[in-house]
């Protein structure tokens, strides 16, 4: 057991210290480059001589939308991977010393990621890991593919006053993010029973982010529908004279691969018997790079109360309590774990729960994302004559991600099997009940561990 400990702990220090974890921050720099294509390179305006310049009426709005969804992006991919709930350290395989032999009781083996009033015992020890996959594929209900941001003309008229009193001031870019994200998580875990009643964890979770995508910018031209001509366009097919108001960029970048924000947990058991009543305390230290989305760069404190009562061979349980976010960006989550472990057969446990994560804050980090912009269109003919008249007012959103609050609520459906009383394996889905945050379609992890 001592040299398994040691090789375990050895293990663990070498990933820790030697995996890689400086990266470039490919979000940001990807937006950067984005935005450099579509309004430094290709953009073209009224004036050929300044046709490579006047991109920069539209850089402002660029700007205001980096704010709005890069820093978004990576504070919510960095909560998503930093909060996702770790393997029960519910041993499920318990022993008999009635007859004066160790005789192993193949009880239910416990939930997957939510935890009983129950802890392992003095002297044991379990370690393993899970392995995640999570295709970030809807933000607050939204796909991905079809995240839209209105880049406006900047007002270079009557200086903020009134957008659109120049037909350039109002012709708009729309920019199609088609963004793709995904992130495979590693976690080693290994929890040891320090007495009867407390348990200590740690889990190293080691991340990759893959991002790609073919992103495009559209003109919705007022001055060619309003006037003939586009006053800004991306240059002209064969003919000369039809102007190209779409342009694209692509991106499939390598994966940012790092280490994430790492766990220590305390679980400590008030109640064994009848009613198991337990709290288990979870720290994440800001191990994880926060400008590559591997960390939120913060330490998140979680409490837990855990209740559990095993009624033949089904065990419901419920987990409730608060997790304290460090980012003032991300809010503080009232959170619980409702469900329940039922024994199959012997050595095979189904488990089910809802796991849900509940905003308590007003901050929010895509704040801005709801906001519109107002245009005034005046009449081109008659504003070259001098009369200033007014044909519409449109309002706009800046972009169409949904303005709603990131309530978490998911179920999890899952499978344990000990084909012996040492070793269990894993598998696990779940699965979105609601359209809050940055969430895959479904998350599927597997995982395998080691009892002593």
Request: some cysteine; aromatic content about 10%.
């Amino acid at each position: 057991m001592k040299s398994t400990l040691h090789y375990s702990l050895f293990l663990f220090c070498w990933i820790f210290l030697f995996a890689p974890n400086q990266l470039d921050a490919q979000i940001e720099a990807e937006f950067k480059n984005l935005v450099d294509k579509f309004l430094r390179e290709d953009i073209s305006g009224p004036d050929a001589l300044d046709s490579n310049n006047h991109g920069e009426h539209f850089i402002p709005a660029a700007d205001k939308a980096q704010v709005s969804l890069v820093d978004a992006l990576n504070r919510l991919v960095a909560s998503n991977i930093s909060s996702f709930p770790l393997n029960s350290t519910t041993a499920g395989v318990s022993f008999d010393f009635s007859t004066g032999q160790p005789v192993s009781i193949r009880e239910s083996l416990g939930p997957i990621f939510a935890e009983t009033g129950k802890t392992l015992g003095k002297g044991k020890m379990n370690f393993g890991f899970n392995y995640t996959l999570l295709n970030f594929s809807k933000l607050r209900g939204l796909d991905t593919r079809e995240i839209n941001f209105n880049f406006y003309h900047q007002d270079v008229v009557e200086d903020g006053k009134v957008l659109g009193d120049s037909p350039n001031e109002s012709d708009v870019m729309n920019v199609n993010l088609d963004l793709n994200l995904d992130a495979n998580i590693f976690v080693f875990y290994l929890t040891a029973g320090i007495t009867e009643n407390l348990d200590i964890s740690v889990a190293l979770p080691l991340v990759s982010l893959t991002l790609s995508g073919n992103p495009t910018a559209t003109f919705s031209s007022f001055t060619l529908a309003s006037g003939g001509t586009a006053n800004h366009n991306f240059g002209f097919e064969e003919d000369g004279v039809s102007p190209i108001l779409t342009s694209s960029y692509t991106y499939d970048k390598r994966p940012i691969t790092g280490i994430g924000d790492v766990a220590v947990r305390l679980k400590y058991s008030f109640l064994q018997e009848g009613l198991n009543f337990g709290a288990l305390l979870d720290a994440r230290l800001p191990t994880g790079s926060k400008e590559n989305s591997l960390g939120t760069g913060e330490t998140n404190i979680r409490l837990l109360a855990l209740f559990s009562k095993k009624i033949n061979d089904f065990t419901p349980h419920l987990n409730v309590g608060y997790d304290y976010r460090g980012d003032e960006f991300d809010s503080n989550e009232f959170e619980f774990a409702l469900g329940f472990d039922q024994k199959i057969t012997s050595g095979l446990t189904f488990a089910f729960d809802v796991l849900g994560e509940i905003d308590t804050d007003v901050s929010d980090a895509l704040t801005t994302t709801s906001n519109t912009t107002t245009i005034t269109d005046f009449n081109p003919r008659r504003y070259l004559e001098g009369e200033k008249q007014w044909e519409s007012t449109r309002i706009l959103s800046d972009s169409n991600i949904p303005d709603i609050k990131d309530h978490i609520i998911n179920a999890a459906f899952g499978l344990r099997f000990a084909p012996s009383d040492r070793l269990q394996v894993l598998g696990n889905i779940l699965v979105p009940l609601n359209d809050g945050g940055l969430r895959p379609d479904f998350a599927m992890t597997f995982g395998l561990s080691l009892s002593l």
